[in-house]
Each structure stands twice: as C-alpha cells, then as structure tokens.
C-alpha cells in the first residue's frame, strides 16, 4: 500500500509541474510521462492479482529490470530539467 500511495505522489505532483508549464512542448511530455507510469504500475497491479497476462513488464524503478530502470530514470530527470527552465520560457 506504502508503494502505490508513493507512486501516486509522484504521478499527482508531475501532473501539477506540468500544470506549471509555460510551453506546450513541457506540458504534453509531462503528461505522456504520467502516462506510461501510470501505464506500468497498473498493468504490474492487475498481473500480480492475475487480471492480466503478464506480458514481462516492470514496476518502475523497483523490479530488476537495467534497462527499465535506466528509461524511467531518464524521463523522470527530462521532466525536472524542463521543470527548471520553465522560467526562461517566453509565451
């Protein structure tokens, strides 16, 4: 339960830095971010229960996985780097 509320967290405060953006490059990246996150850990929620087959997906940035871990991390730093210069961004 602690991971899904973490994971949740996450998803809602990305959804609320991208509602700061100025660009719409930033705020549909956030949101497509949002997305395959949220994506990701509701597929690894229905295979565990056994809703869904299990097509070899990871729970981002817990199960062993290089590779995934390495993705997730990279989009979760993108986001926060267009967070910062979100700023420089003129209308």
Sequence with gaps: MVLLILYFGLMFRLIYLAERQRSTFSR???YCVVGILFFHVALNICMTLGLAPSP??????????GSSLITFTVLLFIAI??????QMVLR
Excluded: A, F, H, Q
């Excluded at 070899?56 to 996985?65: A, D, M, R, V, W």
């Design 28 to 30: 549909v990246y956030m």
């Design 56 to 65: 070899g997906i990871t729970l981002p940035l817990i199960s062993y996985g």
């Design 81 to 86: 780097k267009l967070d910062s210069d979100r």
